[in-house]
């Protein structure tokens, strides 16, 4: 297990393409979306914390402290990131939304070596192709420029972070690493994946 990094996951979000359902919460082949983020995380981090703006108690009974947005108006996942920094004690923190159940197990290890060999101040998984931007992992210290950037009114995670050192990560190995789901056809469809796999 990587030391010293804890880990956040995102379930603060609207979910419109989901109709407002509370996506962490949604059932996908017998559990909570979010217990497969937690599966998948649970044996590369010190510890998980769950970012929730709706349903904290259901949240809480997966035995994760839960935190909401310190600010309000759901102003998007940097509100969330910026909100976990604030009780983050490791050098390090990993970002991941909650509805990614397939994420990479050495996540956590390829992210933390190349930021590390870049002297990067965040890391940014990849596809190959493209950024998947709510899965970083990130200096503590970026927090004050977060709070800026949210403050003038700026919610971009990719136009964030390109002003930093930022490694990008690539997956390219695990296509379908950073699968996501944000409408119910599309649970469908991955759940038909997972079970034939
Ligand atoms: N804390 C927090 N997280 C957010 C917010 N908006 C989105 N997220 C999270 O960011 C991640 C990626 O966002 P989306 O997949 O677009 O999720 P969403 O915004 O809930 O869904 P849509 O409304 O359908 O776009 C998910 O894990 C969301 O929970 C927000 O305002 N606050
Ligand atoms: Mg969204």
């Not at 010293?4 to 393409?17: D, H, K, S, V």
């Not at 190349?114 to 596809?127: E, G, I, K, M, P």
């Not at 700026?154 to 930022?166: G, K």
């Not at 056809?185 to 038909?192: D, I, N, R, T």
Request: charged share 25%.
């Amino acid at each position: 297990m990587s030391q010293q990094i804890e880990a956040i996951i995102l379930a603060g979000g609207l979910a419109r393409r989901m109709g407002g359902e509370d996506k962490g919460l949604i059932e996908l082949l017998g559990k909570p979306m979010i217990a497969h983020v937690i599966g998948r995380l649970k044996d590369q981090v010190n510890k998980i914390r769950i970012n929730a703006n709706k349903n904290q108690d259901r949240y809480a009974e997966l035995g994760l402290d839960v935190f909401a947005d310190q600010l309000e108006g759901f102003l998007g996942p940097l509100a969330g990131i910026y909100s976990g920094l604030a009780e983050c004690q490791s050098s390090l923190m990993l970002v991941v939304p909650c509805d990614c159940p397939l994420l990479p197990l050495d996540l956590v290890s390829r992210m933390q070596q190349q930021l590390l060999a870049a002297n990067a101040d965040l890391a940014v998984a990849t596809d190959g192709e493209r950024d998947h931007s709510v899965v970083m992992l990130l200096k503590p210290e970026l927090r004050q420029s977060l709070k800026t950037y949210l403050e003038t009114g700026q919610r971009r995670v990719e136009s964030w972070y390109d002003e930093f050192n930022v490694a990008r990560v690539s997956f390219a190995d695990q296509p379908n690493a950073f699968v996501n789901v944000n409408t119910h056809e599309q649970k469908q469809q991955l759940a038909e994946v997972i079970s034939k796999a």
